[in-house]
């Protein structure tokens, strides 16, 4: 005889790991779009600090990767929200 109760509620834990994985894939994705984008409209004027001045270069490159991780961060949330992750809970 099954003595264990039937819940109706599903398992917190692979609830939570769900919306993890969802709101990861969505991030990966929009990181990849984002590096891509910056690559290929920014890679002449790169290539030329690179050559010309390399304290510039790498101060540029370090606000680029603040721009992208606040932007990817803003556009994620933003459709996790959407896609009703929080109905999960």
Not at 19 to 46: A, G, N, P, R, W
């Amino acid at each position: 005889m099954d003595t264990e109760p039937q819940s109706d509620h599903p398992n917190p834990d692979k609830s939570l790991a769900r919306k993890l994985f969802i709101e990861l894939s969505i991030y990966f994705v929009l990181l990849v779009i984002c590096f891509l984008l910056m690559k290929i409209s920014l890679e002449d004027l790169l290539q030329k600090l690179f050559d010309e001045n390399l304290g510039l270069y790498g101060l540029i490159g370090l606000g680029m990767i603040l721009f992208q991780s606040v932007i990817v961060e803003i556009f994620s949330s933003f459709l996790a929200n959407k896609i009703t992750l929080d109905r999960m809970e």
